[in-house]
């Protein structure tokens, strides 16, 4: 079982940076960790994902090149540093916890955080 809390979102002009931490308890070793995001009106979609040791890393196409996922295992947490926010990257972000290859192919993960709102204004 393993609990994650997501932090760090908040109101930013197009342009800033804000970096999300996601904390977990349990085995987060284990896991790969995703971040995904859902927009109002929109369906969750993938962002990013990293593996459980942080060799592999994988981004949707429209934050390539402008976030970055990463993850501390001596603190049991994932980061994603988003530089160069745009306004349509305003969304609830998610993280989950699960396999490499369900989160970032079937979009997908075994356990969920509540979400932290980034907002972007133009």
């Known amino acids: 079982q393993v609990q994650l809390v997501e932090s760090g979102g908040g109101l930013v002009q197009a342009g800033d940076s804000l970096r999300l931490s996601c904390t977990a308890s349990g085995r987060f070793s284990s896991y790969a960790m995703g971040w995904f995001r859902r927009a109002p009106g929109k369906e969750r979609e993938f962002v990013a994902a990293?593996?459980?040791?942080?060799?592999?890393?994988s981004y949707e196409d429209s934050v390539k090149g402008r976030f970055t996922i990463s993850r501390d295992n001596a603190r049991n947490t994932v980061y994603l540093q988003m530089n160069s926010l745009k306004p349509e990257d305003k969304a609830v972000y998610l993280c989950a916890a699960g396999a490499y290859n369900r989160i970032r192919i079937d979009a997908t993960g075994d356990y969920w955080g509540q979400g932290t709102q980034v907002t972007v204004s133009p």
């Open positions: 990293v593996s459980s040791i942080g060799s592999r890393t």
